[in-house]
Protein backbone atom coordinates (compact mmCIF):
# COMPACT_ATOMS: atom_id res chain seq x y z
CA UNK A 1 0.00 0.00 0.00
CA UNK A 2 1.18 3.43 -0.77
CA UNK A 3 1.11 6.51 1.67
CA UNK A 4 -2.03 8.74 1.81
CA UNK A 5 0.26 12.05 0.27
CA UNK A 6 -0.86 12.36 -3.42
CA UNK A 7 -0.66 15.55 -6.05
CA UNK A 8 -3.63 15.31 -8.13
CA UNK A 9 -2.18 17.34 -11.64
CA UNK A 10 -5.78 18.88 -13.24
CA UNK A 11 -4.35 18.38 -16.73
CA UNK A 12 -7.73 20.26 -18.14
CA UNK A 13 -6.61 23.43 -16.06
CA UNK A 14 -3.13 23.47 -17.68
CA UNK A 15 -5.18 23.45 -21.16
CA UNK A 16 -7.25 26.21 -19.87
CA UNK A 17 -4.91 27.86 -18.67
CA UNK A 18 -2.76 28.08 -22.10
CA UNK A 19 -6.28 29.22 -24.11
CA UNK A 20 -6.22 32.08 -21.61
CA UNK A 21 -2.67 33.07 -22.18
CA UNK A 22 -3.23 33.21 -26.13
CA UNK A 23 -6.30 35.24 -25.45
CA UNK A 24 -4.02 37.25 -23.69
CA UNK A 25 -1.01 37.09 -25.81
CA UNK A 26 -2.91 37.83 -29.09
CA UNK A 27 -0.99 37.29 -32.56
CA UNK A 28 2.09 36.43 -30.36
CA UNK A 29 3.39 32.97 -30.77
CA UNK A 30 3.67 30.59 -26.89
CA UNK A 31 6.51 28.93 -25.89
CA UNK A 32 5.31 26.67 -22.87
CA UNK A 33 7.80 26.41 -20.06
CA UNK A 34 7.91 22.71 -19.01
CA UNK A 35 11.50 23.27 -16.92
CA UNK A 36 11.84 21.81 -13.84
CA UNK A 37 10.45 18.28 -14.43
CA UNK A 38 6.71 20.66 -15.65
CA UNK A 39 7.32 22.92 -12.63
CA UNK A 40 7.01 19.97 -10.69
CA UNK A 41 3.81 18.46 -12.21
CA UNK A 42 5.35 16.04 -14.83
CA UNK A 43 7.25 16.49 -17.92
CA UNK A 44 5.56 14.27 -20.08
CA UNK A 45 1.79 15.29 -18.32
CA UNK A 46 2.25 18.43 -18.75
CA UNK A 47 3.14 18.63 -22.16
CA UNK A 48 0.20 16.67 -23.35
CA UNK A 49 -1.77 18.64 -21.51
CA UNK A 50 -0.02 21.95 -23.25
CA UNK A 51 0.38 20.25 -27.06
CA UNK A 52 -1.00 22.82 -28.57
CA UNK A 53 1.63 25.31 -27.38
CA UNK A 54 3.66 26.51 -30.48
CA UNK A 55 7.11 25.30 -28.37
CA UNK A 56 8.40 24.14 -25.41
CA UNK A 57 11.00 25.72 -23.26
CA UNK A 58 13.10 23.55 -21.33
CA UNK A 59 16.35 24.43 -19.12
CA UNK A 60 18.50 20.89 -20.64
CA UNK A 61 19.52 18.97 -23.96
CA UNK A 62 18.48 15.84 -21.78
CA UNK A 63 14.67 17.12 -21.31
CA UNK A 64 14.31 17.71 -24.95
CA UNK A 65 15.59 14.05 -25.18
CA UNK A 66 12.66 13.01 -23.04
CA UNK A 67 9.98 15.08 -24.86
CA UNK A 68 10.86 13.82 -28.41
CA UNK A 69 11.19 10.11 -26.69
CA UNK A 70 8.03 10.24 -25.32
CA UNK A 71 6.69 11.52 -29.39
CA UNK A 72 6.21 15.08 -29.26
CA UNK A 73 6.86 16.92 -32.31
CA UNK A 74 6.62 20.81 -31.56
CA UNK A 75 9.46 22.72 -31.24
CA UNK A 76 11.63 22.73 -28.33
CA UNK A 77 14.26 25.49 -26.99
CA UNK A 78 17.05 24.55 -24.53
CA UNK A 79 16.91 27.74 -22.56
CA UNK A 80 20.17 27.70 -20.93
CA UNK A 81 21.63 26.56 -24.63
CA UNK A 82 24.38 24.13 -24.83
CA UNK A 83 27.76 23.49 -22.09
CA UNK A 84 30.40 21.10 -24.47
CA UNK A 85 31.05 20.30 -28.06
CA UNK A 86 29.05 16.94 -26.80
CA UNK A 87 25.96 18.35 -26.93
CA UNK A 88 25.84 20.19 -30.72
CA UNK A 89 25.93 16.68 -32.59
CA UNK A 90 22.56 15.61 -30.21
CA UNK A 91 20.68 19.37 -30.51
CA UNK A 92 20.69 18.76 -34.63
CA UNK A 93 19.33 15.05 -34.35
CA UNK A 94 16.44 16.13 -31.47
CA UNK A 95 15.81 19.08 -33.61
CA UNK A 96 16.58 21.21 -30.29
CA UNK A 97 16.74 25.28 -30.47
CA UNK A 98 19.56 26.53 -28.51
CA UNK A 99 19.42 29.88 -26.94
CA UNK A 100 23.07 31.24 -27.71
CA UNK A 101 24.05 33.72 -24.54
CA UNK A 102 28.10 33.55 -24.55
CA UNK A 103 31.22 34.26 -26.42
CA UNK A 104 32.16 30.45 -25.65
CA UNK A 105 28.78 28.93 -27.15
CA UNK A 106 30.12 31.13 -30.63
CA UNK A 107 33.43 29.69 -30.21
CA UNK A 108 32.12 25.88 -30.27
CA UNK A 109 29.97 26.35 -33.09
CA UNK A 110 32.90 28.05 -35.19
CA UNK A 111 35.13 24.79 -33.90
CA UNK A 112 32.33 22.46 -35.32
CA UNK A 113 33.06 20.42 -38.37
CA UNK A 114 29.49 18.69 -38.88
CA UNK A 115 29.58 17.71 -42.27
CA UNK A 116 27.29 18.71 -45.24
CA UNK A 117 24.61 16.16 -44.86
CA UNK A 118 24.09 17.50 -41.02
CA UNK A 119 21.11 19.46 -40.29
CA UNK A 120 21.26 23.09 -39.61
CA UNK A 121 20.96 24.41 -36.60
CA UNK A 122 17.81 26.96 -35.15
CA UNK A 123 19.13 28.96 -33.07
CA UNK A 124 17.64 31.99 -30.21
CA UNK A 125 20.26 34.89 -29.07
CA UNK A 126 19.93 36.17 -25.75
CA UNK A 127 20.39 39.66 -24.94
CA UNK A 128 21.38 41.40 -21.59
CA UNK A 129 19.14 44.19 -21.21
CA UNK A 130 19.35 44.11 -17.30
CA UNK A 131 18.85 40.59 -15.75
CA UNK A 132 22.94 40.56 -15.66
CA UNK A 133 22.76 37.07 -15.66
CA UNK A 134 23.01 35.42 -19.54
CA UNK A 135 23.49 37.17 -22.50
CA UNK A 136 25.23 39.35 -24.49
CA UNK A 137 25.23 43.69 -24.24
CA UNK A 138 23.25 45.02 -26.54
CA UNK A 139 26.04 46.45 -28.33
CA UNK A 140 27.26 43.17 -28.77
CA UNK A 141 24.55 41.64 -31.34
CA UNK A 142 25.63 42.97 -34.28
CA UNK A 143 28.63 40.89 -34.17
CA UNK A 144 27.01 38.24 -32.61
CA UNK A 145 24.52 38.06 -35.64
CA UNK A 146 27.40 38.44 -38.05
CA UNK A 147 29.67 35.68 -36.66
CA UNK A 148 26.40 33.46 -36.62
CA UNK A 149 25.75 34.29 -40.54
CA UNK A 150 28.67 32.60 -41.44
CA UNK A 151 28.14 29.48 -39.85
CA UNK A 152 26.78 27.44 -42.65
CA UNK A 153 25.27 24.83 -40.07
CA UNK A 154 23.22 27.72 -38.48
CA UNK A 155 19.76 28.63 -39.95
CA UNK A 156 20.03 32.44 -40.67
CA UNK A 157 18.16 35.52 -38.65
CA UNK A 158 18.50 33.66 -35.39
CA UNK A 159 15.15 34.82 -32.93
CA UNK A 160 16.29 37.05 -30.42
CA UNK A 161 15.32 38.06 -26.84
CA UNK A 162 16.12 38.91 -23.22
CA UNK A 163 14.07 38.35 -20.08
CA UNK A 164 12.84 40.73 -17.32
CA UNK A 165 14.19 40.93 -14.39
CA UNK A 166 11.15 42.27 -12.24
CA UNK A 167 8.12 41.87 -14.57
CA UNK A 168 6.14 41.02 -11.64
CA UNK A 169 6.33 44.76 -10.08
CA UNK A 170 4.61 46.95 -13.03
CA UNK A 171 6.07 50.62 -12.21
CA UNK A 172 9.65 48.77 -11.55
CA UNK A 173 11.60 51.24 -13.54
CA UNK A 174 13.78 49.05 -14.52
CA UNK A 175 11.52 47.13 -17.36
CA UNK A 176 10.52 50.07 -19.12
CA UNK A 177 14.38 50.48 -19.16
CA UNK A 178 14.73 47.24 -20.25
CA UNK A 179 12.18 47.40 -23.47
CA UNK A 180 14.20 50.43 -24.58
CA UNK A 181 17.06 48.48 -24.34
CA UNK A 182 15.57 45.94 -26.51
CA UNK A 183 13.90 47.58 -29.01
CA UNK A 184 17.08 50.06 -29.58
CA UNK A 185 19.31 46.22 -29.79
CA UNK A 186 16.91 44.74 -32.65
CA UNK A 187 15.72 47.33 -34.39
CA UNK A 188 18.27 47.23 -37.11
CA UNK A 189 17.62 43.27 -37.25
CA UNK A 190 15.14 41.43 -39.69
CA UNK A 191 14.17 39.04 -36.74
CA UNK A 192 11.71 37.22 -34.44
CA UNK A 193 11.59 38.33 -31.11
CA UNK A 194 10.49 37.57 -27.81
CA UNK A 195 10.80 39.23 -24.71
CA UNK A 196 7.78 38.68 -22.32
CA UNK A 197 7.77 36.10 -19.67
CA UNK A 198 4.02 35.69 -17.41
CA UNK A 199 4.40 38.80 -15.75
CA UNK A 200 5.60 40.54 -18.49
CA UNK A 201 2.60 39.24 -20.52
CA UNK A 202 0.08 40.43 -18.23
CA UNK A 203 1.36 44.20 -17.25
CA UNK A 204 3.17 44.74 -21.01
CA UNK A 205 1.15 42.98 -23.40
CA UNK A 206 2.35 45.76 -25.89
CA UNK A 207 5.34 43.96 -25.88
CA UNK A 208 4.05 40.22 -26.25
CA UNK A 209 6.48 40.50 -29.82
CA UNK A 210 6.40 37.41 -31.50
CA UNK A 211 6.25 35.18 -28.84
CA UNK A 212 5.60 34.86 -25.70
CA UNK A 213 7.52 32.42 -22.71
CA UNK A 214 5.33 31.28 -20.21
CA UNK A 215 5.45 29.18 -17.67
CA UNK A 216 4.00 29.94 -14.07
CA UNK A 217 0.84 31.13 -15.64
CA UNK A 218 0.26 27.78 -17.38
CA UNK A 219 0.24 25.87 -14.22
CA UNK A 220 -2.09 28.65 -11.84
CA UNK A 221 0.85 29.87 -9.87
CA UNK A 222 0.30 33.82 -9.68
CA UNK A 223 3.30 35.98 -10.70
CA UNK A 224 2.55 38.80 -9.11
CA UNK A 225 2.91 39.53 -4.98
CA UNK A 226 -0.57 39.36 -3.00
CA UNK A 227 -2.83 38.11 -5.84
CA UNK A 228 -2.82 34.45 -6.39
CA UNK A 229 -3.40 32.92 -9.80
CA UNK A 230 -7.28 32.39 -9.40
CA UNK A 231 -7.65 36.13 -8.98
CA UNK A 232 -5.69 36.27 -12.34
CA UNK A 233 -7.95 34.44 -14.28
CA UNK A 234 -5.78 31.02 -14.38
CA UNK A 235 -6.73 27.49 -12.46
CA UNK A 236 -4.65 25.59 -9.82
CA UNK A 237 -2.66 22.66 -12.10
CA UNK A 238 -1.46 20.90 -8.46
CA UNK A 239 -3.38 19.75 -5.65
CA UNK A 240 -1.39 18.17 -3.29
CA UNK A 241 -3.07 16.21 -0.88
CA UNK A 242 -3.48 13.56 1.86
CA UNK A 243 -5.64 12.30 4.87
CA UNK A 244 -6.46 12.30 8.60
CA UNK A 245 -4.85 8.71 10.20
CA UNK A 246 -6.01 9.98 13.72
CA UNK A 247 -7.50 12.57 15.66
CA UNK A 248 -6.23 12.35 19.22
CA UNK A 249 -7.56 14.49 22.87
CA UNK A 250 -4.91 16.66 24.05
CA UNK A 251 -4.95 17.99 27.62
CA UNK A 252 -4.59 21.84 28.29
CA UNK A 253 -0.53 22.59 28.44
CA UNK A 254 0.62 19.81 26.74
CA UNK A 255 2.63 20.34 23.71
CA UNK A 256 2.43 18.73 20.22
CA UNK A 257 5.40 17.89 18.25
CA UNK A 258 8.80 18.18 18.01
CA UNK A 259 10.27 20.87 20.41
CA UNK A 260 7.06 21.91 21.87
CA UNK A 261 6.31 24.57 19.88
CA UNK A 262 2.58 24.63 20.16
CA UNK A 263 0.95 24.37 23.56
CA UNK A 264 -2.81 23.24 23.69
CA UNK A 265 -4.64 26.39 25.30
CA UNK A 266 -7.66 23.93 26.01
CA UNK A 267 -8.46 20.37 25.93
CA UNK A 268 -8.99 19.91 22.22
CA UNK A 269 -8.96 17.88 19.36
CA UNK A 270 -5.62 17.67 17.22
CA UNK A 271 -5.80 15.90 13.96
CA UNK A 272 -3.13 13.68 12.49
CA UNK A 273 -2.17 14.02 8.63
CA UNK A 274 -0.11 12.09 6.73
CA UNK A 275 2.50 14.23 5.20
CA UNK A 276 5.63 16.28 6.35
CA UNK A 277 8.81 17.77 4.87
CA UNK A 278 9.94 13.89 3.35
CA UNK A 279 7.34 14.90 1.12
CA UNK A 280 8.00 18.11 0.08
CA UNK A 281 6.13 20.45 1.89
CA UNK A 282 8.09 22.96 3.83
CA UNK A 283 9.29 22.50 7.42
CA UNK A 284 9.88 25.93 8.48
CA UNK A 285 5.76 27.01 8.17
CA UNK A 286 4.83 27.96 11.55
CA UNK A 287 1.33 27.31 13.52
CA UNK A 288 -1.43 28.90 11.57
CA UNK A 289 -0.66 27.81 8.13
CA UNK A 290 -3.71 26.85 6.67
CA UNK A 291 -5.09 23.32 5.81
CA UNK A 292 -8.17 22.03 4.23
CA UNK A 293 -9.87 19.35 6.10
CA UNK A 294 -12.46 17.84 4.19
CA UNK A 295 -13.35 21.13 2.52
CA UNK A 296 -13.20 23.21 5.95
CA UNK A 297 -10.30 25.65 6.88
CA UNK A 298 -8.15 24.45 10.04
CA UNK A 299 -4.67 25.74 11.20
CA UNK A 300 -1.72 23.58 11.32
CA UNK A 301 0.01 23.39 14.80
CA UNK A 302 3.39 22.26 15.72
CA UNK A 303 6.74 21.57 13.93
CA UNK A 304 6.43 20.06 10.52
CA UNK A 305 8.30 16.94 10.54
CA UNK A 306 9.24 14.46 7.61
CA UNK A 307 6.08 11.88 7.45
CA UNK A 308 3.81 14.39 9.74
CA UNK A 309 1.65 17.08 10.21
CA UNK A 310 -0.64 18.31 13.06
CA UNK A 311 -3.51 20.50 13.06
CA UNK A 312 -6.55 22.20 15.41
CA UNK A 313 -9.65 20.21 14.93
CA UNK A 314 -11.63 22.58 17.20
CA UNK A 315 -13.05 24.46 14.61
CA UNK A 316 -14.14 21.07 13.06
CA UNK A 317 -16.09 18.76 15.33
CA UNK A 318 -17.21 16.90 12.37
CA UNK A 319 -13.28 16.32 11.05
CA UNK A 320 -13.34 12.24 11.06
CA UNK A 321 -10.02 9.94 10.90
CA UNK A 322 -9.98 9.27 7.04
CA UNK A 323 -11.08 12.66 5.97
CA UNK A 324 -9.25 14.52 3.04
CA UNK A 325 -6.52 17.00 4.04
CA UNK A 326 -5.74 19.47 0.91
CA UNK A 327 -2.33 21.68 1.66
CA UNK A 328 -2.57 23.67 -1.50
CA UNK A 329 -4.14 23.73 -4.70
CA UNK A 330 -8.09 24.01 -5.20
CA UNK A 331 -9.91 25.35 -2.53
CA UNK A 332 -6.60 26.15 -1.01
CA UNK A 333 -3.90 28.92 -3.31
CA UNK A 334 -0.39 27.73 -3.19
CA UNK A 335 1.09 30.89 -3.42
CA UNK A 336 -1.10 31.26 0.68
CA UNK A 337 1.56 28.70 1.20
CA UNK A 338 4.54 30.38 -0.25
CA UNK A 339 4.13 33.51 1.42
CA UNK A 340 4.07 31.77 5.21
CA UNK A 341 6.67 29.73 3.77
CA UNK A 342 8.76 32.53 2.68
CA UNK A 343 8.89 31.99 -1.00
CA UNK A 344 7.10 31.59 -4.37
CA UNK A 345 4.92 28.81 -5.74
CA UNK A 346 7.18 27.89 -8.01
CA UNK A 347 9.38 26.41 -5.27
CA UNK A 348 6.83 24.63 -3.47
CA UNK A 349 5.39 22.60 -6.65
CA UNK A 350 8.90 21.70 -7.76
CA UNK A 351 9.90 20.69 -4.21
CA UNK A 352 7.50 17.12 -4.59
CA UNK A 353 9.64 14.20 -3.54
CA UNK A 354 9.55 10.74 -5.05
CA UNK A 355 7.29 9.08 -2.64
CA UNK A 356 4.30 11.22 -3.39
CA UNK A 357 2.04 9.54 -5.34
CA UNK A 358 0.77 11.69 -8.81
CA UNK A 359 -2.47 11.24 -10.09
CA UNK A 360 -4.50 12.68 -12.96
CA UNK A 361 -7.18 14.58 -13.62
CA UNK A 362 -9.45 16.25 -16.51
CA UNK A 363 -11.89 17.93 -15.12
CA UNK A 364 -12.26 21.97 -14.14
CA UNK A 365 -13.67 22.72 -10.71
CA UNK A 366 -16.58 23.61 -12.11
CA UNK A 367 -16.95 19.90 -13.37
CA UNK A 368 -16.28 20.65 -17.03
CA UNK A 369 -13.72 18.57 -18.93
CA UNK A 370 -10.91 18.61 -21.08
CA UNK A 371 -9.14 16.36 -23.24
Not at 250 to 255: D, H, I, K, L, M
Request: charged share 20%; aromatic share 6%; hydrophobic share 45%.
Amino acid sequence: MSRAAAATIHLAALTANLARVRALASRAKVMAVVKADGYGHGLERVARALADADAFGVASPQDGQRLRAAGFRQRIVVLSGFDEPGDLPELRRLALEPVIHHDFQLELLEAERPGPAAPRLRCWVEIDTGMHRLGFDPEALPGVVARLAELPQVERAPILMSHFANSDVADDPSNARQMQRFDAAVAAHDAERSLANSAGLLHFPGHAADWVRVGGLLYGISVIEGRTGGELGFHPAMTLGTRLIAINRVRAGESVGYAGTFACPEDMPVGVAAIGYGDGYPRHVASGTPVLVRGREVPLIGRVSMDLVTVDLRGHPDARVGDPVVLWGRGLPVERIAAVAGTIGYELTCGMTRRVAFVEDWTLPDGAGAG
